[in-house]
């Protein structure tokens, strides 16, 4: 298995409240992102990420921000939590080079706002 | 822009038939296509998949893939079906070579049911 882990695994936080969400690997891959699962959509990417400091935005951005100041270490913050983030969010990472473009996929986070 | 479409977001099967999940692409550069499983409270775990060369490619648990360009297709077969494979299965494209996206397109799964 690649060597990704995600932390906390759960959590339950008031609506308002920030909350941040982090994934760490070992692999050393140039790529990481952020996805968040939900019934009936499939996974959806939040932001992702081609380097250190270099990020980009998903298509569900919005009330998410991200951080990567180390190769290992890809950062979610929800900024102010509402009900609708409520998800489970999984982080993967790729190399994305030669012929290895797949994703290797953490264990996920399930997050709960109420 | 790249799109993905997977057919029935619910397949039954009984054991020991063929497996059959579609899954259809728009792309307008050469894709590189992915199928991933994954089990309940899992994360996904990588199936197989297709960059260049052979266009029918094997997976791990007897799960094989055909990509065919002038369908824009790349169903998910499997000949003989086993209670350990139900799970949800999402078919996922990006573009191939050094496009400069980055980004990965998923479907919205397909949870395969297996009858005893």
């Known amino acids: 298995d690649a060597g990704i882990t995600q932390s906390p695994r759960h959590k339950v936080t008031e609506t308002g409240t920030p909350v941040t969400l982090r994934c760490h690997q070992t692999?050393?891959?140039?790529?990481m992102y952020w996805y968040r699962q939900d019934p009936g959509h499939g996974l959806r990417l939040i932001h992702y990420s081609y380097g250190v400091k270099d990020t980009d935005k998903g298509e569900v951005s919005d009330g998410y921000s991200v951080s990567r100041s180390k190769t290992e270490d890809f950062l979610l913050t929800l900024e102010s939590a509402t009900s609708s983030q409520t998800s489970v969010y999984f982080c993967?990472?790729?190399?994305?080079?030669?012929?290895?473009?797949?994703?290797?996929f953490g264990p996920g986070t399930r997050l709960t706002v109420t | 822009a790249q799109s993905v479409t997977q057919l029935g977001s619910h397949v039954s099967v009984s054991e020991g038939a063929l497996v059959l999940l579609r899954c259809n692409y728009s792309?307008?550069?050469?894709?590189?296509l992915f199928w991933y499983v994954q089990y309940p409270n899992q994360g996904l775990q990588l199936l197989l998949k297709y960059t260049t060369g052979a266009t029918l490619v094997k997976g791990i648990n007897g799960f094989e893939a055909e990509f065919k360009k002038s369908e824009t297709s790349f169903h998910l077969t499997k000949p003989s079906a086993h209670m350990s494979d139900a799970a949800e299965y999402f078919c996922?494209?990006?573009?191939?070579?050094?496009?400069?996206?980055?980004?990965?397109?998923f479907g919205t799964g397909t949870r395969l049911k297996v009858l005893a």
């Open positions: 993967a990472i790729s190399p994305k080079s030669g012929l290895s473009y797949e994703q290797y």
């Open positions: 692999e050393n891959h140039r790529y």
């Open positions: 996922a494209v990006t573009p191939g070579g050094s496009s400069g996206t980055y980004k990965y397109i």
């Open positions: 792309s307008s550069v050469p894709p590189y």
